[in-house]
């Protein structure tokens, strides 16, 4: 591809992500030049990695109890949301660590299968 080529399809893309906007947040990327920069400023905006917003979510994590009889289903989409938003603001859980908040997270109509999966030798990897 050459740079032309590249210039050109950068500005399409510019244009696509422009066009998706509400006019707020159109105003906010008007002086972007590429779509790169446009982006950029759209995570900033949107995606805030400040110490503030991490505490709140490791909160909102640590604090989500299913309620006995509630769907597990729903549950683990409610925790997969804060894990995600989480990761977006570059707060990662190890894997294992994700998995002792979750099982901690469960009602007690599941306390059979947290024993299983404690008890399980090397049961994370």
Do not use: C
Not at 36 to 63: C, G, P
Not at 89 to 96: A, Q, R
């Amino acid at each position: 591809m050459t740079t032309d080529q590249w210039r050109v399809n950068d500005e399409k893309a510019l244009a696509i992500v422009s066009m998706r906007l509400s006019p707020p947040f159109q105003m906010m990327v008007r002086n972007a030049t590429t779509a790169a920069e446009a982006w950029l400023t759209l995570e900033r905006y949107f995606v805030k990695r400040n110490l503030h917003n991490r505490i709140n979510l490791r909160i909102k994590l640590h604090e989500l109890r299913m309620a006995q009889g509630d769907d597990i289903s729903e549950h683990m989409l409610k925790f997969d949301d804060i894990v995600m938003a989480m990761e977006a603001i570059g707060d990662l859980m190890e894997e294992d660590e994700k998995l002792v908040v979750l099982l901690g997270s469960v009602s007690a109509d599941y306390d059979g299968i947290v024993k299983i999966i404690e008890n399980k030798p090397d049961s994370v990897k």
